[in-house]
T-cell receptor, first 117, second 112 residues
Framework: ETGVTQSPTHLIKTRGQQVTLRCSSQSGHNTVSWYQQALGQGPQFIFQYYREEENGRGNFPPRFSGLQFPNYSSELNVNALELDDSALYLC????????????????FGPGTRLTVL | DQQVKQNSPSLSVQEGRISILNCDYTNSMFDYFLWYKKYPAEGPTFLISISSIKDKNEDGRFTVFLNKSAKHLSLHIVPSQPGDSAVYFCAASRGSWGKLQFGAGTQVVVTP
């Protein structure tokens, strides 16, 4: 059973550019959530995908978008990067059954460190 | 709007003693609370949780207490061990989908 993996590990972009971050879910998981963790803060919920559909969104602008693929891997896309987008981006996968996601069994990846210059 | 707050950014405790981490929340609709532990260069790992219908949950050295009237929860680690040195995050969710609201974290250092 493989864990949650994310790529790349680190990324440096400049203001205005676009970035795509990738997440491979734990085997058998059908739900992916993305979080942004700024320095010195806790993770902030960006959005969640369940069976390829967005299933809730936090307080993030539309330039943050996502995809979930049939194999349940996921992408986070950020357009028009701003300096404040510099953060650790975490994805977490879980298995939702009958409309309930396993909150306790939500496994986090190691994150992608994005730096915007 | 920070709905989950951890007001102590750091805690230093001697090995063998008790570590007490505190967390406050403002949203009375939260019905599930969790503690995560995070080491550098790793994602948060689940530690222990508690439903809003309970006031205590215990798992080995870790106990979480929930005081709904005060909107406060705490994590007790007894006895503290050097491997417990990490950042601890309190998190809360509403409903069954695990969309978590996190506190800012408390850095715990366990000294010999």
């Amino acid at each position: 059973e493989t864990g949650v993996t994310q790529s790349p590990t680190h990324l440096i972009k400049t203001r205005g550019q676009q970035v795509t971050l990738r997440c491979s879910s734990q085997s058998g998981h059908n739900t992916v959530s993305w979080y942004q963790q700024a320095l010195g803060q806790g993770p902030q919920f960006i959005f969640q995908y369940y069976r390829e559909e967005e299933n809730g969104r936090g307080n993030f602008p539309p330039r943050f978008s996502g995809l979930q693929f049939p194999n349940y891997s996921s992408e986070l896309n950020v357009n028009a990067l701003e300096l404040d987008d510099s953060a650790l981006y975490l994805c977490a996968s879980s298995l939702a059954v009958g409309g309930r996601a396993g909150t306790d069994t939500q496994y986090f990846g190691p994150g992608t460190r994005l730096t915007v210059l | 709007d920070q709905q989950v707050k951890q007001n102590s950014p750091s805690l230093s405790v001697q090995e063998g003693r008790i570590s007490i981490l505190n967390c406050d929340y403002t949203n009375s609709m939260f019905d599930y609370f969790l503690w995560y532990k995070k080491y550098p260069a790793e994602g948060p790992t689940f530690l222990i949780s508690i439903s809003s219908i309970k006031d205590k949950n215990e798992d080995g050295r870790f106990t979480v207490f929930l005081n709904k009237s005060a909107k406060h929860l705490s994590l007790h680690i007894v006895p503290s061990q050097p491997g417990d040195s990490a950042v601890y995050f309190c998190a809360a969710s509403r409903g069954s989908w695990g969309k978590l609201q996190f506190g800012a974290g408390t850095q715990v250092v366990v000294t010999p």
